[in-house]
């Protein structure tokens, strides 16, 4: 993976979780895109936060790990055979599934949803609801990737996802724009 120049101080209040799939291999496109994500974002100064496995999990660490960042992994006990990734600074460990995504959500300034599967779609599906539920204190959701506004539509069309909820999420383009917005909406500096 490549190394991106100019490293930031970290902001230990700026925490961003990034969700995403445990499958993706190491040369994989989602592999790449997450250490990217992971690389800008320790950049921008802030910390990532993720479910602390494998796949885009520890992309997102290592590119924060590789590129002066910190990393926090949230792991659950239900989940027992599972190692974490060797690019944690932090580990958090839950009981459950249910209490990762809380511990995360409690922890998190802001949120992006990579390709992922179940899991991803859990935590998307929790902090979104969440966001709905207290609108004085949302935190920003970004669904990374032209492919979300097919998944929003279809949910639109044929699920009872009313427009307010739907323009929760935020669908942007390249893990640049992501940052670049997150850093926007949390005022934190961007490298």
């Keep these: 993976m490549r190394r991106l120049p100019r ?22 496109a989602d592999y790449a895109e997450a250490y990217t994500v992971g690389a800008l974002l320790a950049r921008a100064g802030f910390v990532v936060l993720n479910g602390g496995y494998a ?3 520890e992309a997102s660490a290592r590119g924060a790990k590789e590129n002066g960042g910190r990393t926090l992994g949230v792991l659950a006990r239900e989940f027992g055979d599972l190692k974490p990734n060797d690019f944690l600074d932090e580990i958090v460990t839950r009981e459950d599934l249910f209490a990762r995504i ?6 998190a300034a802001g949120f992006i949803a990579l390709n992922g599967s179940m899991g991803t779609l859990a935590e998307l599906a929790i902090v979104w609801n969440l966001a709905k539920i207290d609108g004085k204190a949302r935190k920003p959701i970004v669904l990374l990737g032209a492919r979300w506004r097919n998944v929003i539509a279809s949910w639109r069309a044929h699920l009872a996802v009313t427009e307010e909820e739907a323009q929760l999420l935020h669908v942007i383009a390249t893990p640049e724009e992501t940052v670049a917005f997150l850093s926007a909406q949390l005022h934190a500096p961007n490298g």
Excluded at 8 to 28: D, K, L, W, Y
């Design 55 to 57: 796949g885009t999990m």
């Design 7 to 28: 490293k930031m101080t970290q902001h230990p209040e700026r925490i961003i979780a990034v969700f995403g799939g445990s499958r993706a291999p190491a040369h994989s």
């Design 102 to 107: 809380r511990e995360m959500h409690a922890r």
